[in-house]
Each structure stands twice: as structure tokens, then as C-alpha cells.
């Protein structure tokens, strides 16, 4: 008896196991099924794009690409901002309205891939992306010195920025900028595979148009209404492709800003470095700020990575500040 149950047991397992074989077999086929719609449908949806999201800046060749920029309100000097890792320049609206109402002319930009610019070559590691703004200010008319903002990493590109490029540099206001130390070196070393992996999976689901149809709640709360009116191109599948390019070059990009980290590198450029509140950085973010005589270490009032969104009029007393440290 025993022997007669086992058998019987044997078959009704390997009859369970087949039937669901068939069911996830089916489901593959349903998934593959969707996914080709959304693919087919996202295609479509995004040869309308340039009428239904138009850029809302131009575009300005710098070598073989173009690059978006938006630049609004007049007086100098002019406040250059760079997004975060992830993030278009439409992140910054609503702080270059803040600073057109104190005369403050500025302009945001797309790094190459994200938002409304054309993809550039590689590696994308932060000292390419600085020459690129570089070239992209040169081309644009926009006369400098310019007041450098950059957030998170794109602290990185506009620190790479005033390191090659200083005569360009009237100050520095960095945003929870991203760390360059070795101890982040180390930890990003393995972290890059798994963010780089996540990310290629957002632009896999952007590009079957799961970001078409979630593209709000991918924003980042209290984000400018330009970002969310946008966001099948914000966070579309070539912003999602080419936050993976700049993640698998984040080794690179930490090594090129921690040898330009020297003491008194800034000299006497006006520059504040804001932190957020429980910042682990803080000893650090102290340090950049000693790399000007006319450096200053501020802490928010919030602990959230975007301090331009949490508490704007800090941002924005910061980059006022700076630029008038640079007026005669």
C-alpha cells in the first residue's frame, strides 16, 4: 500500500507541476503579449511628443549633439543649474522663476540623453558632461562669469566645471551635492551594478509606456508643475538609459572630482554648501566649503535629498547671495 500511495503521490505532483508549467507558460506569452502592445503603443504615442511636449528652451549644438537650455530673467551674473543624477533641468522652473522676480537672469540644462537633449558619446562620467556645459555656454551667447548650482551629482559636473575651467567661475552654490570621498568611492564601487541594473529595468518599463501612464508618480514630491506636465520625456526611456550610463560611470566621475577636491582650490570665489539636516556629510561638506576663503557651510532644515523642492527660499537666498558676493 504504501508503495501504490507513493506512486500516486508521484503523478499528482508531476500533474501539478505540469499544470503549472502551462499556467506560467501562458502567463510568459500574456506578459510577452502586453509588452509588445505597450511597445507598439509607446512608439506611437512618442512621434506626437514633439507637439505634445514641445522643449520648452532650444537647442544648441555642441559638437555632433544638441543640448536643451532654458534661460529666463536678465541680470547678472548669470546662475548656471545642473539637475541631479536622474532629474532634467525642468527641476529648477520653479527656483528660475524665484530668481527672474530678484532680477537674477539663470538657465537649467538637459545633460546629454536626459529631458529634450540628444544623446552624447560616452563614457558619461562627469568630466565629459562638464565640457559639454562648457561648450554649451560658449555656443549659447550666454556670457559668463556664471554662478555654478549644481544638486547632488550634478555638484560633481559643475565642480568639474570650475576646476578646468575657473575664469568662468563667479561662485558656487552646491545642493546636497553627491560625495566624493573614499569611503563613498568605496561604497559606490559596489553599489554601480545593481543601480545600473535598476535603472535599465525603468527604461525597459518606460519604454513599453508604463512612464506614459505613471510618469506623475515617478516626480519627486512638490516637483515644478513643468516636470509632471512633461514627464513621458523627463523620465522617458532616453533619461532612464542614460541615468544608467552615468551610474556605470559614477566610479570614474568620483575619482575625477576627488582629485580636483584641493585645499584653497576656489580661492576667493564666493561659494555655499548646503547639507541637510542628520547629515552624515557634514564634516565633508565643511571641507568644500573651506576650499574658498569666501566659503560657508549652511544646514537645512530638512532631511531630504531635494532641498530645492523641501525649502526653495534657502536655495534661493543662497544663489542670490553668491551673486551678489561677485557684484562690484
Known amino acids: 500500500m504504501g508503495k501504490a500511495r507513493s506512486g500516486r503521490e508521484r503523478r499528482g505532483w508531476r500533474r501539478w507541476l505540469r499544470a503549472v508549467g502551462r499556467v506560467l507558460g501562458w502567463a510568459a506569452v500574456a506578459l510577452l503579449v502586453l509588452a509588445g502592445a505597450g511597445y507598439g503603443a509607446e512608439t506611437f504615442a512618442a512621434s506626437g511628443d514633439a507637439d505634445r511636449h514641445p522643449a520648452p528652451g532650444r537647442l544648441v549644438d555642441v559638437g555632433g549633439h544638441r543640448l536643451h537650455l532654458r534661460c529666463v530673467g536678465s541680470g547678472g551674473p548669470t546662475v548656471i543649474l545642473d539637475a541631479g543624477w536622474g532629474e532634467a533641468g525642468a527641476t529648477w522652473d520653479d527656483v528660475q522663476t524665484a530668481l527672474a522676480r530678484r532680477s537674477l537672469r539663470s538657465c537649467s540644462y538637459d545633460r546629454a540623453g536626459y529631458g529634450w537633449s540628444e544623446a552624447g558619446p560616452g563614457p558619461r562620467d562627469a568630466g565629459r558632461a562638464a565640457e559639454e556645459l562648457h561648450t554649451l555656454l560658449e555656443r549659447s551667447g550666454e556670457t559668463g562669469p556664471f554662478v555654478l548650482v549644481g544638486h547632488s551629482y550634478g555638484g560633481h559636473v ?26 563613498v568611492a568605496r561604497e559606490i564601487d559596489g553599489l554601480t551594478p545593481v543601480i545600473v541594473g535598476q535603472m535599465r529595468l525603468y527604461q525597459v518599463a518606460a519604454r513599453i509606456g508604463l512612464t506614459r501612464l505613471f510618469g506623475e508618480e515617478l ?10 506636465k512633461h514627464a513621458p520625456v523627463v523620465y522617458g526611456p532616453g533619461s532612464m538609459g542614460t541615468a544608467a550610463d552615468e551610474a556605470s560611470s559614477f566610479p570614474a566621475s568620483t575619482e575625477l572630482v576627488r582629485a580636483a577636491e584641493r585645499p584653497g582650490a576656489w580661492g576667493r570665489t564666493p561659494a555655499v554648501v548646503i547639507g541637510t539636516s542628520g547629515e552624515p556629510s557634514g564634516e565633508y561638506y565643511a571641507g568644500l566649503a573651506r576650499m574658498s576663503s569666501r566659503g560657508r557651510y549652511v544646514v537645512a532644515g530638512t532631511d531630504r535629498h531635494y532641498i530645492h523642492l523641501a525649502e526653495p527660499e534657502l536655495v534661493i537666498g543662497a544663489i542670490a547671495e553668491v551673486a551678489a558676493a561677485d557684484r562690484p
Open 158 to 183: 559643475v565642480r568639474m566645471l570650475a576646476d578646468r575651467h575657473p575664469g568662468q567661475v563667479a561662485g558656487l552654490v552646491l545642493v546636497d551635492a553627491t560625495e566624493a570621498s573614499e569611503r
Open 219 to 228: 516626480a519627486v514630491a512638490d516637483s515644478p508643475a513643468l516636470v509632471t
